[in-house]
């Protein structure tokens, strides 16, 4: 009877450390969240790096003997290079299309026609040159103060994402280096199994890696879409347009309307409605067909999702994440799809 009173004795004091454990563990979780949370999308982002320049890393600390630390500091001067190029590359383009209008514009005949539009304009409105001026220069001066008020949070904003970049950089270059000892610590704590978590593992690098690149693919058309569509209807710049139609064809249904409303207005102002009608139509069918039917079918292809799963996954990515949720979206979504039916082999067991 004594040494069953004992036994209980013992069950419940291991009961209660057990439990004041996972209290001081759970509670000291909690505080980390906490701690790193204004640094989440830089560990995310640092994450998706280094998922991405594991091959280079692993090649050439394995195949050309390089340390870690040599081989982790390469693949990230390789990425930053190979990051850089092309947007140097699209900035000097953007550069000399832009220098190209202004030779093409800077002439007494553009001023003409300018002039008699701006008049003809005004007078649909019942307005004066005049009062137009007036109003132009009340924009100016209140543009000129507001940038002066808000300059101090432009620079902080520039410094803040320069730091941002360092930062990532730098837990990229750790996630590259200790990688294993992270992997091991993860498997020691990991109640799956690892079979199981390989499969998560290799699940995310295989949607981060194909959601890039199925986005470059998109990227690409929507640029050369653009582009054909800007050149069909008279728009000055078709390149550089083509270029920034691309880019904001990252944002699902509306980044588009960024660049083809304002052009579209452009020429209606010019006098070009069938030009504006033109860009109107040719923006909207060929975004309806991109983001409905050909992005997620290109970019579910590389990922191995079907296309509705895709779709929700950036849209509900980006609204959650910002701009890094087109990765982190339907990254959650395939881990979660894993994550199901593993529970269900493990229900089967």
């Known amino acids: 009877m004594e040494k069953d009173k ?90 000399q299309e832009i220098r190209a ?49 808000n300059l101090t949070k432009v620079l902080s904003s520039t410094l803040g994402l320069i730091v941002n970049i360092i930062l990532t950089m730098l837990v990229t270059f750790n996630f590259l280096v200790h990688r294993e000892k992270m992997i091991r610590y993860i498997f020691q704590l990991n109640p799956l199994g690892r079979i199981h978590l390989e499969r998560l593992s290799n699940k995310a690098s295989e949607i981060i890696v194909g959601t890039i690149r199925g986005n470059i693919i998109v990227v690409t058309i929507q640029a050369v879409l653009g582009g054909i569509g800007f050149f069909l209807f008279g728009v000055q710049s078709p390149i550089l347009l083509g270029i920034l139609y691309g880019l904001a064809s990252m944002i699902p249904t ?12 452009s020429l209606i102002i010019s006098g070009n409605v069938f ?14 067909v991109m983001d409905n039917f050909l992005s997620p079918k290109i970019i579910g292809s590389q990922t191995k999702m079907h296309p509705i799963l895709m779709l929700f996954g950036i849209l509900g990515g980006i609204n959650v994440f910002g701009i890094i949720g087109i990765i982190v979206g339907p990254t959650i979504i395939a881990l979660s799809l894993v994550a199901l039916e593993i529970y269900r082999e493990l229900l089967k067991d």
Do not use: C, H
């Open 101 to 149: 209008i202004i030779s093409q514009n800077n002439t007494a005949l553009f001023r003409k026609e300018l002039i008699e539009v701006i008049y003809g304009f005004l007078n649909q409105f019942g307005l004066s040159i005049d009062n137009f001026s007036s109003e132009i220069n009340n924009f100016l001066i209140n543009s000129l103060r507001f940038l002066s008020a």
């Open 254 to 265: 509306i980044g588009i309307a960024f660049i083809w409303i304002p052009i579209s207005a």
């Open 6 to 95: 004992n036994r209980i004795s013992l069950t419940n004091k291991s009961n209660i450390a057990t439990t004041t454990t996972l209290a001081i563990v759970a509670t000291l979780l909690f505080l980390l969240f906490q701690l790193i949370q204004p640094f989440f999308l830089i560990f995310i982002s640092a994450f998706i790096l280094s998922v991405l320049l594991n091959p280079l890393f692993t090649y050439l600390n394995t195949k050309r003997n390089f340390s870690k630390t040599i081989s982790a500091l390469i693949a990230i001067v390789f990425f930053l290079i190979v990051a850089l190029i092309p947007l140097g590359g699209t900035i000097t383009l953007l550069i």
């Open 275 to 288: 030009g504006a009608i033109g860009i109107v139509v040719w923006s909207l069918t060929s975004n309806v």
